[in-house]
């Protein structure tokens, strides 16, 4: 028993050690902790700021750009819009014109060929085989205007991009940016444009009947009418495809000139005063 008494004494001694220890190992591992968060912390705030001052810059130097344009630079710009968009219109409704014009020769062309075929089908004794070439006839026809239609509002919707490069490469050149690059692209696009819509109406006007031989050459005449009609349609569509293509590079040769699609030209004037108002002297 008197062993195991100084034992216990001496262990009673050595735990309040241990603890004031482990206390002044915990401290020391938490002091470096807490300082690389705070430098974190310090570091993300510092890293904010320089965001927002340079988003800042940004946008001053955008507003800066947009106060030094001259009045004769605005409207020079405004003019140009108001060109272009009067060009597209005038080309578009020469185009719905030149494409109803075809369309009306060729209804007359149709109508003569029909009673042409209707004629040469007297060939051939089986009279479906007669209703069933009619019919394929009256869908050749109706295939071409569904896809010189589809082409026409294609060309539209390129055309639409066209003119948002357009406008964008006028505020750029009012901004004093070289768009040499881009100008030689939008030609480019514009006459692929105009080759497209050339072949568009040129196809609109064309008609496509079998021609009867025999009836032993029947199904090899009718094959022959819609690959002449199919081989017609991919050249409208390769113009149609090219014309997509050179607005597509135009954009691209936009895109290369620095901060382009921070440049804006405003072409609203800045709403007047409301006039002051003086108070109506009340009776007494």
Known sequence: ??????????????????????????????????????????????DVRDLRQDTRTQIRDVRQDARELKKEDVEKFRAKRDEVRADIKNKREAFKDQVEAKRAEMKKKIEDKRAA??????????????????????????????????????????????ERVIQRTDKAETHSRDVSSV????????????????????????????????????????????????????????????????????????AQIPRVDELEVVTTPAPAPAPATTPTPTSQ
Not at 137 to 157: M, V
Not at 204 to 230: F, H, I, M, P
Request: proline share 2%; hydrophobic share 40%.
């Open 1 to 46: 028993m008197r062993k195991i008494v100084p034992i216990i004494l001496s262990l009673g001694l050595a735990l309040p050690v241990l603890a004031h220890s482990e206390v002044e190992v915990s401290q020391e591992t938490r002091t470096p902790v807490r300082q690389e968060v705070r430098d974190l912390r310090q570091d993300t705030r510092k």
């Open 117 to 162: 075929l209707k004629e040469n089908l007297k060939k051939v004794r089986d009279e479906k085989k007669r209703e069933r070439v009619e019919r394929i006839d009256e869908r050749l026809t109706a295939l071409n205007q569904h896809r010189t239609d589809h082409y026409s509002k294609r060309l539209e919707q390129i055309e639409d991009v066209l």
């Open 183 to 254: 100008r030689t692209a939008i030609t480019a696009a514009k006459s692929a444009i105009a080759a497209a819509r050339t072949a568009v109406a040129a196809q609109a006007g064309k008609t496509y009947s079998v021609t009867v031989k025999d009836e032993a050459t029947l199904k090899q005449n009718v094959g022959e009418t819609r690959k002449a009609l199919n081989n017609d349609l991919k050249a409208v569509h390769n113009l149609v495809k090219a014309a997509h293509d050179a607005v597509r590079k135009a954009g691209n040769a936009l």
